[in-house]
């Protein structure tokens, strides 16, 4: 069953305004794991990567990829208005580091609640934001599927209780499915969940660092099994903002390659190649004469 991942709104509001002196352009590491995303960790790094909070409440998440551009879901920008609602930089939105307002909000044309498809939009600061904006990955096909993403929010640690909304955590689970605008993921015990709505999913590039890949879009009931993320390469021309291919295309794969439920996957000519050794009858392993991984 899908269910868009959004925190509805506490009702309470909740004053804030910049703290003078404060470095919020550090690339701070992840903190103990005692809170979670669903599964994951504090996080006080990032600093493009805020909460966006309506009428005072804790709403979404939106990355910063242009000095007043911040790119988030769709979904997140439907019903509301710019008036209600402002960005929030730091690791505890309920206590922000920086709060900059609203001035525009824009949904792509053909976002399909139903459906949930098209599912990103950007939001229009009035001001400039303090941090460096992020960039978008340029491109992925089928075989990012097992690239492990960083996923950022300030969503809900519990989907069923829906509590500990409000504070920034990050969590790292792998690609399991590609499709043409979205992508699927799970991992036992981690999710992103309500709140971390329009989000980032992240690539860690060696050269470029983190490049956006995703857009936290829905997931199941409870958080519990999988969640999609709107591609942002697959958008790169509605949101207007620098885009990047990572600079090693084979992702740390090798030309020895490896084995993954039967399926041979390598490097060769820049390109990442899979094979599917069952689909011939076959079976991947190592191959101790060519000294690579093959199908027999």
Do not use: W
């Given at each position: 069953m899908?269910?868009?991942?959004?925190?509805?709104?506490?009702?309470?509001?909740?004053?804030?305004?910049?703290?003078?002196?404060?470095?919020?352009?550090?690339?701070?590491?992840?903190?103990?794991?005692?809170?979670?995303i669903i599964g994951g960790v504090s996080y006080s790094g990032l600093p493009a990567?805020?909460?966006?909070?309506?009428?005072?409440?804790?709403?979404?998440?939106?990355?910063?990829?242009?000095?007043?551009?911040?790119?988030?879901?769709?979904?997140?920008?439907?019903?509301?208005?710019?008036?209600?609602?402002?960005?929030?930089?730091?690791?505890?939105?309920?206590?922000?580091?920086?709060?900059?307002?609203?001035?525009?909000?824009?949904?792509?044309?053909?976002?399909?609640?139903?459906?949930?498809?098209?599912d990103i939009a950007y939001v229009t600061l009035k001001t400039d934001a303090p941090a460096t904006p992020m960039t978008l990955l340029a491109g992925m096909d089928t075989t990012w599927v097992g690239t492990p993403l960083l996923f950022v929010?300030?969503?809900?640690?519990?989907?069923?209780?829906?509590?500990?909304?409000?504070?920034?955590?990050?969590?790292?689970?792998?690609?399991?499915?590609?499709?043409?605008?979205?992508?699927?993921?799970?991992?036992?015990?981690?999710?992103?969940?309500?709140?971390?709505s329009g989000g980032p999913a992240l690539f860690?590039?060696?050269t470029a660092g983190y490049l956006i890949a995703g857009v936290t879009s829905y997931g199941d009931v409870g958080c519990t099994v999988y969640g999609v993320d709107t591609r942002v390469d697959a958008y790169v021309s509605f949101v207007g903002a620098a885009a990047a291919g990572p600079s090693d295309p084979c992702r740390g794969e090798t030309f020895g390659g490896r084995c993954k439920n039967g399926t041979l996957i390598w490097c060769e000519n820049h390109e990442v190649m899979t094979l599917d050794c069952n689909a011939d009858g076959a079976t991947c392993g190592w191959d101790p004469s060519g000294g690579y991984y093959n199908c027999f």
């Open positions: 899908k269910q868009i991942m959004i925190v509805l709104a506490l009702g309470a509001a909740f004053a804030a305004c910049g703290v003078a002196g404060v470095d919020i352009d550090a690339d701070d590491q992840p903190l103990a794991a005692t809170d979670e990567i805020g909460a966006l909070f309506v009428n005072g409440a804790p709403y979404c998440t939106g990355t910063l990829v242009g000095p007043r551009k911040v790119l988030t879901a769709a979904h997140c920008v439907r019903g509301v208005t710019a008036a209600s609602m402002e960005f929030r930089i730091g690791p505890n939105a309920f206590q922000p580091r920086y709060v900059v307002g609203v001035a525009k909000l824009k949904a792509h044309p053909h976002f399909n609640p139903t459906t949930i498809t098209n929010g300030y969503g809900v640690t519990n989907g069923h209780t829906q509590t500990g909304v409000g504070k920034k955590r990050a969590v790292t689970i792998p690609i399991t499915e590609v499709g043409d605008t979205q992508f699927r993921y799970e991992a036992p015990g981690k999710n992103s969940c309500n709140g971390d860690r590039d060696p």
